[in-house]
């Protein structure tokens, strides 16, 4: 059985880096693709990007449950390959957008199908035993990295030959993501684990309230949203931000969320594995929420380019604190369960991709403007540092004794 574990885990890791490669790919190119279409400064174009991740969070909102559960019952194999074609066909649409409508409508489809994430995590709580769940979810953190080295990079670099051209490539990687899969990508959820299909439980509201079943869960589920709110800071505004303050380019933008991404894939890829085992989980969440939010707060008040690759170790070393707390969640529902606590997971990281694009991209639109009473375009990456702490604080209090 564990011979069939590892190349599973594997599996799993290229669909997600081809995944996020796809993401990480037009990142760079956003700004300026929206500025083109409303005009005004970049801290406009901000407002608007925070709307388009807010479509896109909706509608995940709304149907990562039904695909959740979905997974439980007819298997996590063709949920994935189906979102990974939707995307495909999300990109397509964004490449050929004549305007701001389009990008919308490419977005809100997205969300649709953009149930890949959630069932990954499904399928690796599927293939894991407990004692190495959060050493593979750190997969999913380490797939982000290694994805975001790349894509960023080769995003910028490919901007110099048009705004749309990183669409193209990254429909086409979408598209190549899927075939693999269809061929190689073994079914995780044994028939024996398998459920009916349930709409009643299939719902968002539905999948937030089975998060509360057990009484640890409620507490860490509500350090969880915080993280994750804190979380939707960094999308949500670094391209905007060096923009504004260090007036970088779209190929600055994309080398820079590759160190990001580099030093994610260290930590999550690499260190996590040697660190969670001699800190334990407890530990590890506790230190890696510091981190992260001492991370933020550096962010906040950046004054020079070099310090934003500074700042980035802190802030990358708290990727501990993810994997970690959600080993711990996982912990505490049973196999069959598994599918439906993500996508209520999922459900609760959609409501925070909601809020918290339109907070951030709001809050730097308004301190980078001359209408507020101070100048201070790090005020989102300083809210998200008070997230960050107000989560660690109900994490260590929700903690049962037991795992102490």
């Excluded at 397509?92 to 977005?107: E, K, M, Q, S, T």
């Excluded at 398998?194 to 968002?204: K, L, Q, S, Y």
């Excluded at 999550?268 to 933020?296: D, H, N, T, V, W």
């Excluded at 990456?381 to 795992?403: C, H, N, Q, Y």
């Amino acid at each position: 059985m564990a011979s069939k574990k590892d190349p599973a885990i594997g599996f799993i890791f290229i669909t997600l880096l081809i995944d996020v490669l796809g993401i990480g790919l037009i990142i760079p190119v956003l700004p300026n693709l929206i500025k083109g279409f409303v005009g005004g400064d970049i801290s406009v174009a901000s407002q608007y990007a925070g709307w388009l991740m807010a479509s896109y969070a909706i509608m995940q909102f709304l149907f990562s449950p039904v695909l959740g559960g979905l997974s439980d019952q007819v298997g996590r194999r063709p949920v994935i390959l189906a979102s990974l074609f939707g995307f495909t066909i999300d990109y397509l649409v964004l490449a050929f957008a004549p305007n701001i409508l389009w990008l919308f409508i490419g977005r809100i489809m997205s969300g649709i199908t953009g149930a890949s994430f959630t069932t990954a995590q499904a399928y690796i709580a599927d293939v894991s035993k407990p004692e190495d769940r959060a050493k593979n979810f750190g997969v999913v953190g380490a797939a982000f990295g290694v994805g975001f080295i790349i894509g960023p990079a080769i995003g910028g670099m490919l901007a110099s030959y048009g705004d749309r051209i990183p669409f193209f490539a990254a429909a086409g990687l979408t598209l190549i993501n899927g075939i693999y899969g269809y061929f190689v990508l073994p079914e995780s959820l044994a028939k024996s684990n398998r459920r009916p299909f349930d709409i009643t439980r299939a719902n968002p509201l539905g999948s937030l309230k089975n998060l509360t079943k057990y009484p640890v869960i409620a507490g860490l589920v509500g350090g969880f949203f915080c993280l994750q709110l804190a979380g939707q800071v960094h999308p949500s505004t670094w391209s905007y931000f060096t923009m504004k303050v260090f007036g970088w380019t779209p190929d600055q933008v994309g080398y820079s969320l590759a160190f990001v991404g580099l030093i994610v894939a260290i930590v999550q890829g690499g260190l996590a594995r040697i660190i969670m085992p001699k800190l334990g989980e407890i530990r590890a969440i506790s230190y890696g929420l510091l981190l992260y939010g001492i991370g933020f707060f550096m962010f906040a008040y950046a004054t020079k380019s070099w310090m934003m690759y500074a700042f980035m170790i802190p802030f990358g070393l708290g990727g501990i604190a993810g994997p970690a707390l959600q080993s711990l969640i996982t912990q505490q529902v049973g196999p069959n369960e598994q599918g439906e606590l993500q996508g209520g997971l999922t459900s609760l990281q959609s409501i925070t991709t909601i809020f918290g694009p339109l907070l951030a991209s709001n809050l730097f639109a308004y301190f980078a403007s001359e209408q507020a009473p101070i100048l201070f375009p790090g005020a989102a990456f300083f809210m998200a540092a008070i997230l960050v702490l107000i989560g660690w604080f109900i994490v260590m209090r929700s903690i049962p004794k037991k795992a102490q």
